[in-house]
């Protein structure tokens, strides 16, 4: 069977909170593990792989945030004083549409999961960032409600097809409680993207928005700001 592309990983992408109990094939931990790799190479950004490890998410935080059977999950953190927010937002979620890609469903966790038992697994001398559940989905989760277009990005008579497609795009990133606070402008073949306003993980959420953007327009297209 053919992959899925990037692009169709981002259409089919939800967030999922419940998971079964199927254990996820070696093959498939590998080829997350190269992910990762290629994606943090060079950066002060860690990303922890963790498997069958029920107790990331066994604590009465996670399931008030209705999380359950999460047995897998990934752990991202930064060196102290280093500001690897944006980065964890996009390298993580090139790891979710990758996941989604190999058949796996995710969901950012922010504040609902086991602290405790997730902040052993951060390496000596970093802070914890976020942290992704993944596993198999008891279900494919509901897509978001997003905003309109035109209240998000600033449009003209003469936007490039790119453009649009990576707005388009860049609306169906996952952000904190769908908050989508961010601004997309265009000048020629630049972009920016800038937070707006404030609210719980705009740098990561920022990260999120610039992955999608890329993916829908195509970066030999455009270049950022």
Not at 59 to 73: E, K, T
Not at 81 to 89: C, I, L, P, Q, S
Not at 103 to 117: M, Q
């Amino acid at each position: 069977m053919e992959q899925m592309t990037l692009t169709q990983a981002m259409q089919e992408r939800h967030s999922v909170r419940s998971y079964l109990d199927t254990r996820v094939p070696e093959e498939i931990r590998a080829a997350l593990a190269v992910c990762r790799d290629s994606l943090t190479n060079g950066q002060d950004l860690h990303i922890r792989l963790v498997w069958d490890d029920p107790e990331g998410f066994d604590s009465r935080l996670a399931h008030y945030g209705h999380f359950r059977n999460v047995r897998n999950f990934m752990v991202l953190s930064a060196p102290r004083g280093k500001d690897m927010d944006e980065a964890a937002g996009y390298c993580g979620e090139m790891l979710v549409l990758r996941a989604q890609q190999l058949g796996l469903r995710t969901c950012w966790a922010a504040l609902t999961f086991n602290r405790k038992a997730v902040r052993r697994l951060v390496p000596d001398g970093d802070e914890l960032i976020i942290v992704i559940a993944m596993g198999y989905g008891a279900d494919n989760g509901t897509e978001h409600r997003s905003q309109v277009e035109e209240k998000l990005a600033a449009r003209s008579a003469d936007d490039p097809a790119w453009y649009l497609q990576g707005v388009r795009a860049a609306l169906s990133a996952p952000t904190a409680v769908n908050q989508q606070k961010f601004r997309i402008a265009r000048s020629g073949r630049t972009v920016s993207i800038r937070t707006a306003g404030l609210g719980p993980c705009l740098k990561i959420d920022l990260g999120i928005v610039k992955c999608h953007f890329e993916i829908g327009a195509g970066k030999e297209n455009f270049q950022w700001a």
